[in-house]
Nanobody, 118 residues
Framework: LQLVESGGGLVQAGDSLRLSCSSS????????VGWFRQAPGKEREFVASITWAGGATSYGDSVKGRVTISREKSQNTVDLQMNNLASEDTALYYC????????????WGQGTQVTVSS
């Protein structure tokens, strides 16, 4: 399973940005797809996840209310809509996937950089 992120860039505080994760899998029916981020000098942080089959979502506390994760079954993509961005959101954002019956994310993309200028 290969994952490729896109949509990162340089934005200003208060702007919105939409990240996308595309998959090489024929179907993600048995997977949970998540977004994580890592800022320089900080640990990797959970942002959001979605269960492909049922669409159940989960969000990290630091982004709750500002971020929406969604899936597009016809395109096998998972999007992350981020609103009201702040400088603290600056990080390398990764898409990851895990089999629905496991806890560990075994598949990771290369990441896409999001930089928010204040």
């Amino acid at each position: 399973l290969q994952l490729v992120e896109s949509g990162g860039g340089l934005v200003q505080a208060g702007d919105s940005l939409r990240l996308s994760c595309s998959s090489s899998a024929r179907t993600l029916a048995m997977y949970v797809v998540g977004w994580f981020r890592q800022a320089p000098g900080k640990e990797r942080e959970f942002v959001a996840s979605i269960t492909w089959a049922g669409g159940a979502t989960s969000y990290g506390d630091s982004v709750k209310g500002r971020v929406t994760i969604s899936r597009e079954k016809s395109q096998n993509t998972v999007d992350l809509q981020m609103n009201n961005l702040a400088s603290e959101d600056t990080a390398l954002y990764y898409c990851a996937a895990r089999y629905i019956t496991t806890d560990d994310y075994d598949y990771w993309g290369q990441g896409t950089q999001v930089t928010v200028s204040s």
